[in-house]
Structure formats: structure tokens, C-alpha cells
């Protein structure tokens, strides 16, 4: 059974960081392209920061460039997101996505994690 689990998200004042972490069990880790979508309140999700199987090619979306960075530990089945320069805004759910297949540089029809909240205050 595959299970896709984020940590690391929290309340942090606006120009702070936050470390996201994401774990994937029950597949072939580095088979699998692997992204951080968000999605606050009354809005759709959005992908924020993809990456490859081998980590070489990443997206980030405009809105994030410079201050978020995606990586991955294919030894350690782990996904990152630094989160650095936080903006009132970068407030949503994060989730963390795993799939075979990607779509406009992020993983799409794949698995799923529950994800967890990012609260950036002013």
C-alpha cells in the first residue's frame, strides 16, 4: 500500500522559514516524479515546486522563485521543500504529490499525501 506523508508545517511570522518534509512508502521512490501543490481557502490547488525522478530538472511556479527550493533523497524516500522569505500569502494546505507521469513539470493522476498547513502571519 502506498502512503504519502507530509511534516513539517507550522505557524511562522512573515519573512521566516519553514522546512517541509515529505515520505513515500510502498512504491519505487526514485522512479517517481514528486511535487508540493497548495491550496488555501476558496481557491484551486496549485503546483508549486516539482522535481524529477533524479532531482536534475525542478519547476518552481512564479510566485515562489527565489524563495522556495525543491529536493529530493532518493536514499531516504524523502521530498523537501525549503521555504524561505514567507509571505502572508504562501498561507494554504501543502501537499505532496507522487506519480510516474508529469504534466507541465509536476506529477499528476499519482498518489497523494494529507497534507499539512503553512500559516505565514503578518
Known amino acids: 500500500q502506498v502512503q504519502v506523508v507530509e511534516s513539517g508545517g507550522g505557524l511562522v511570522q512573515a519573512g521566516g522559514s519553514l522546512r517541509l518534509s515529505c515520505t513515500a512508502s510502498?512504491?519505487?521512490?526514485?522512479?517517481?516524479?514528486m511535487g508540493w501543490f497548495r491550496q488555501a481557502p476558496g481557491k484551486e490547488r496549485e503546483g508549486v515546486s516539482c522535481?524529477?525522478?533524479?532531482?536534475?530538472?525542478?519547476y518552481h511556479a512564479d510566485s515562489v522563485k527565489g524563495r522556495l527550493t525543491i529536493s529530493r533523497d532518493n536514499a531516504k524516500s524523502t521530498l523537501y521543500l525549503q521555504m524561505d522569505s514567507l509571505k502572508p500569502e504562501d498561507t494554504a494546505m501543502y501537499y505532496c504529490?507522487?506519480?510516474?507521469?508529469?504534466?507541465?513539470?509536476?506529477?499528476?493522476?499519482?498518489?497523494w499525501g494529507q497534507g499539512t498547513q503553512v500559516t505565514v502571519s503578518s
Open positions: 504529490a507522487a506519480s510516474l507521469a508529469m504534466v507541465d513539470g509536476c506529477p499528476r493522476d499519482g498518489y
Open positions: 510502498g512504491l519505487i521512490f526514485d522512479d517517481y516524479a
Open positions: 522535481i524529477n525522478w533524479s532531482g536534475h530538472i525542478t
